[in-house]
C-alpha cells in the first residue's frame, strides 16, 4: 500500500521532471542538482562558482527546511536567488522547480543551480528534470559516507571533496575514498575542493563554463 | 491526498512507538534515540558512551540505507549491535524498532542506544518509542544549522556539539549557535564534546548513567 503511493508520487515527479528538462532543452539552459549532507558547503560552492564563472548569467534556487539565510547570502552577490521552503519535506521535488521557473527569464540566463535540501538520501531520488548532478562530500564527513548512501554517490555527474583544508585534522583516507567512490560510479570525477582556502575552485567554474557551453551549442545545432 | 497518506502512517507508528515505550518502562530500560547528519559523528558518541559508562549493559540498534560498517565497529567492543538496513528509507520507523525489541533480553538490558539514519529531517518527525532524544551537531557542518533545521534541535533533550578540536580551523560562531538553540529549546542542555580529543566525553557519559539509574528507579517504585 505504501510503496504503491510511493510509486505514484515517484511517476508524477518524474512527468514533471520530463517537462522542467524540455523547457530548458528549449531555452538552452544548463540546470545543476547541488545535493550535500547539511554542512557540507553547498552555498560556499555555489559562491565560488559565481565567482570563477562571472560570465554566466546565473540564476539560484535555494532548498531549505526553514530558513532564507542562503539566499539572502546569493542575493547579497548580485544573483538572482529564489527561496524555496519545503517545510517538513526533506527534498525537492520536481514541481516546487516548475514554480521557480516560472519566475525566472530563461531567454537571458545560461545557468540555475539548485541548492537542494540538506540530506544524502532522499534527494538522491527525485529527478527534478535537471541537466547534471553534482554531490558535495566533506572531509569532516569522513570516508565511509560512499558505503552508506551508495545511491547518492552512484547517480551523480560530478563529485566535489570539500573542505579539504581539514584533512590534517581529520582521520580521512582519501585513497579508499576514492576508491570506493570509482567503484560505485566510474563516469565521475572527483574535485578535490577547499572553499574556505580558495583550492581546487578553478576546476569546479571550469567544469560549470564546460556544461554551460555545450549545452548552448546543443540548442543552437537544434 | 498525500497528506492524508503522511497522516496515516504518523499515527500508525505513534502506535507502535507508544507500544515499544511500554514495554521498555515495564523493563526499566532507558533507550535513546541518537540523530544527526551524516559524518557528524554518532558512532563515535556510542563508542565513547561504552568506554565511559562500562557497567551498563547496552545494546545498540545501528540504522543506514546501506552497510553493516558501524555494528560491525560495535561488536568489536563487545556489545551487541543489531544493524537495520532501511533500504531506501531516510529514517528508521517505530515498527523497525519493534522487530529489533524482539531479539534483545530486555531483562538483563540497561540502555538501547538507537543510531537513526544519518538525516536531521525526518528523524525528527519519527517517534520510535525512545524515552529520550539526543542529537549531535558538528562544528565542521557550521553555526547556521539550528536555523535551517528547528524541529530537530527542538525536540531533543540534549545536544552533543562534536568535534570542538575543529573549531579552531572552522568559522563557527560559538555564542550565536548556544544562542539559537536556547531559544528554539531552553530546556536541553549543550554539551561540548571532541570524541577524538577524548574531551567533554565524562560529562555523556554521565548523562547516560544518571538517565538510566532514573529510568531504573522509575520501574522499581512501579
Redesign the interface.
Known sequence: M?IE?NKN?LASNAAAAGKNRERLRRHGVFMVNLMA????GKTSAIIKAIERAPELKMAVIEG????E?DSLTIEAMGITALQINTG???HLTASMITSALNYLDLDVLDLIVIEN??????PA?FDLGETARVMIA?I???D??P?????MFRQVDLILLN?M??LP???FDLPRFRQVVTTLNPAAPILELSC?ENRGVAGWGEWLTGATASTRAAKAAD
Not at 535540501?117 to 532522499?122: A, E, F, I, Q, T
Open positions: 505504501r503511493v508520487i549532507s547539511p554542512g557540507a531549505d527546511i526553514a530558513s539565510i517538513g519535506s526533506c535540501v540538506g540530506n544524502l538520501v532522499c531520488e566533506s569532516a564527513e569522513g565511509d559516507k558505503d552508506k548512501y551508495p545511491l573542505k583544508d581539514l585534522y581529520c582521520d574556505k
